[in-house]
Nanobody, 122 residues
Framework: QVQLVESGGGLVQAGGPLRLSCAAS????????MGWFRQAPGKERKFVAY????????AYSDSVKGRFTISRDNAKNTGYLQMNSLKPEDTAVYYC???????????????WGQGTQVTVSS
């Protein structure tokens, strides 16, 4: 079993940065992929980025490419999502997830955090 806890959300002005963290416990994420998703009110949950824990390979959605950076700290078993140049349309609840294979769809991830709210004011 893997437990995931996100932190770092909050209110930020457009153009500003924010860093989200996702602390994992229960087992090492060494063989997993960590993904970040977000869900705006009334919308479906959408892929943001993923990172393969062992090799550090990454992928991003087109909407965040060049602004967001996903990373991980093996020693801390913690993943991060650095978000720069934030826009009001980035406002959403952000979730981290862990899965066995690289994927950009929610049903390929078996473990989820509780989510953290990010609000970007204009």
């Amino acid at each position: 079993q893997v437990q995931l806890v996100e932190s770092g959300g909050g209110l930020v002005q457009a153009g500003g940065p924010l860093r989200l963290s996702c602390a994992a416990s229960g087992r090492s994420l060494r063989t997993y992929v960590m993904g970040w998703f977000r869900q705006a009110p009334g919308k479906e949950r959408k892929f943001v980025a993923y990172i393969t824990w062992s090799a550090g390979n990454t992928a991003y959605s087109d909407s965040v490419k060049g602004r967001f950076t996903i990373s991980r700290d093996n020693a801390k078993n913690t993943g991060y999502l650095q978000m720069n140049s934030l826009k009001p349309e980035d406002t959403a609840v952000y979730y981290c997830a862990a899965g066995a294979n690289i994927a950009s769809v929610t049903d390929r991830y078996g473990y989820w955090g509780q989510g953290t709210q990010v609000t970007v004011s204009s």
